[in-house]
């Protein structure tokens, strides 16, 4: 399921929620390594030909109850990995419980609300060939920015994800 749902993202974040359903640890590794690596395992068609693997560029973005990187995780899918271990509110109580209620009970009166200018947005943007290159620019920069002394192979590699992920984040606080 991950290929065809990898392949629907491509070139976004991809939501991955609920992860305490996976098939164990190795399902959840070999996910993260499929996102990582931008593509899943070669496999063999009915005749022993290779069957065509899909390809896909995406940031996977979960939100589970359980790491996605454990102690038993491969090298190659602990580099891929940024994991943020703390509640998102901050230490569990009352009083951030009630916020967390609060929040989910706006967020589900106005969702979907904001898509529609942003869409509009971005479509004049890309009719636009002097905005178009405006924010080729805009993205250029950010990504010259992120690579400023960084020589780690690693980081490299995702530097365009994280500036595509930041010039999004500053195109929503324009509209």
Known sequence: GIEGRASLFN???MPLDDNSQADGDRSIQDTTYAIG???????????GEARNTPSFS???L??????????????????????????PFGTQSPETGLFVRELNDILDRNYGHAAKPYLSQIVSIANT???????REEFQSIRKNLSMGV?????????NHLASVQLGLRLTQRF
């Open 129 to 135: 060939p002097s905005k178009l290159n405006q924010l």
């Open 37 to 47: 690596n931008g593509t899943t395992k070669t496999r063999g068609g009915r005749t």
């Open 62 to 87: 979960s939100t589970g109850e359980r790491p996605c990187a454990t102690s038993s995780s491969l090298m190659g899918q602990a580099v891929r990995l940024i994991e943020i271990g703390e509640p």
């Open 11 to 13: 070139g976004i974040t």
């Open 58 to 60: 995406i940031i996977g």
């Open 151 to 159: 020589d780690d192979p690693f980081v490299i590699r995702v530097i």
